[in-house]
Structure formats: C-alpha cells, structure tokens
C-alpha cells in the first residue's frame, strides 16, 4: 500500500508533511510517496539532520503550488503541474492507493470530484469528520462544508454514506442515523429538511438505513445517533461549535486547577486523565478528514497540521484503502435511486 501526500499544502509546508510522512515511514512502516519540489523537500530534510530518504519514502517532483486563494475551480486548468493536481493524477493512475493534504478545502474537492471521480451514482461527495461523544463512540457529521447548499436527494445519500463508513470505520452494526434539526417533531425544519425527512424515512423502511428522526445540535456530543445528516453550512457550524465549546471546557479545567495549591496537587494525581482528555479532543490524533463518496481515499488534513498530525494522516489513509466501501456504496445508491424517484 502506497501513500500520496502533497508536500507543499498547509501552513507548515514543506516541513510538516515531509517530516511527518518520514515519521510515519519508520512507526508504521508506510509506503509514501512525497509530491512537491524536491529541492525543498531534500532541504528539509538536511535542516532536521536527514541525509537520506528513508526506507518506503520516495520524491516526485512538481514545482507548482496551489495557493489558498486560488479558485478551486480554475486550479486543475491553471495550475497542472501543482503537488496537489499532481498529486491526485497520480491516485487516479493507480499510483497510490490513498491521496492526503492540508491544502485549499475546495481545491482538494475539485480536484478530487475531477480528477479521481465520484463513486458511481454520488451526486456530492461530503467531508465527514467524526467526532467523541459521551458514550465512548464516534458521532459522524455529514456533510461538515464541502455542500453549503443542499438537496434533499443529497441528505439522503449523506445518510447511506454516513452509515456505512460508521460501519466500516467504527464497526457500528446498525449505525443510528439522525438529521439536524431545531427539534425532533418531523414537522420541524425548512422544506429541505421536511422532504429529506421523508426520503430518510423510506429509506429505512426499506432497511437500507438505520433513520431513528430527528435530532438537535445539542445532542450531538451526546451520542444519541452515529451519524448526523446535514448540510455543509449547518454541519460546519455544528462542528465549530462543538470544537468551541470543548476549547472554552478545557480552558476553564485548566484555571480551576492553577487556583491554589492544593489545586494543583490534586491537578497532579488526575494528570493522566487530563492528559487523555485533551488527547481525545486533539485534531492532530485524527489526521484529518475523509472525502466519502470519491472512488479512491483523499484526506484533507487540517491547515495547521504539524508532523504529528501528517504522521496520524497516514495511519488514517491506509486503513481507509483497506476498507473501500465503493461497492457497497454503489449497491446502496441503486436501491436509493428507486426512493429519489418515487
């Protein structure tokens, strides 16, 4: 199994994702493949005391760079020769069997919508980030910002995608799918999601999907459903409120034990709890974000990763090639194009 990474996307580039990737290369053992200008990535590599690639870690060269103010939809015309397009050619032609990068959101999506393609019969791939909940799981959102605007058909296979990437991911046998609402009624919500209510509803009817109705943001982090059906602009706001929210916890647990000195002793015996709570919250830990309808794996990491987090992108993208659930999908999408159409 060979990883591609765009070795020039995010904030901390080339370093982060060079060093990172040669981390993962020795821990894991990964096959990896760094797309960007070599010079650079040899550099960095020299910077930090390396004077060979590493055993599974190879260049191929490309000198362009999309930048984040390029207009996703003019990058794969404009820029062919950018690490990113690159990049993804290589995924479609086989060269990889997974694609990562902390580069532009919407580029990364073009790019991969284009150039790696759909599965047959998604009409939007969706990013679908997980998150921890109360009872020890993960809650997956879809769609977190790739599809700011929605069609009810589009909620609908959110739903299906949703549930079987928490099955395949998770190993949830019966994924709980629940859309986002301001209230659980199914007379709640907008047209958009009144009619997706009813396409989920046949959907689960017709056991394609598990659709327990709907449920509110607040029960989310709760762990009431597996997998909450949205659109991106909602799901991104849902998802940034949460991270919020968990800044703002962790800040105030913090002061509460720098009070006083017996504060601090008693900071010091739940110190490894601490430890592991914050870990849990941690971006870096994930690796970053699957695009869940594209035929082959691409990772958006997060903008601001570091080699941890570029380390932990590669542990995610090799388990998500193990697990391509592209026929599934396709199985599932066939049945739900008989529900679309009723």
Sequence with gaps: MKIIIDAMGGDHAPEAPVLGAIEAAK???????????GEEILNVMKQNGIDTLPDGVEIANAEDVVDMH?????????KPNSSMVVGLKMLAEGQGDAFISA??????????????KRVKGIRRAAMGPAMPNKTGGKTVILDCGANAECTPEFLLQFGLVGSLHAKATYGVESPKVGLLNIGTEDTKGTPLQKEAYGLLQQASEKG?????????ARDVPLGAVDVVVCDGFAGNVLLKSIEGTAMFMGSLVSKMFKKNLISKLSAALVMKDIKGFKKLL???????????????????????????????????????ASRNISEQLEAGLAALKEISND
């Excluded at 821990?27 to 200008?37: K, M, P, W």
């Design 208 to 216: 394609l999907l598990n659709f327990v109705g709907n449920v509110e």
């Design 103 to 116: 580069g532009s959101t919407g580029a990364l999506l073009t790019g991969a919508t284009l150039i790696v």
């Design 27 to 37: 821990t894991y053992g990964s096959q990896i493949t760094l797309v960007g200008r």
């Design 70 to 78: 390029d207009d996703p939809a003019n990058v794969i015309r404009k």
């Design 282 to 320: 941690d971006y870096r830990e994930i690796g970053g974000t699957q695009f869940l309808g594209i035929q082959k794996p691409v990772i958006k990491a997060h903008g601001s990763s570091d080699q941890i987090a570029f380390r932990n992108a590669v542990r995610q993208a090799e388990e998500a």
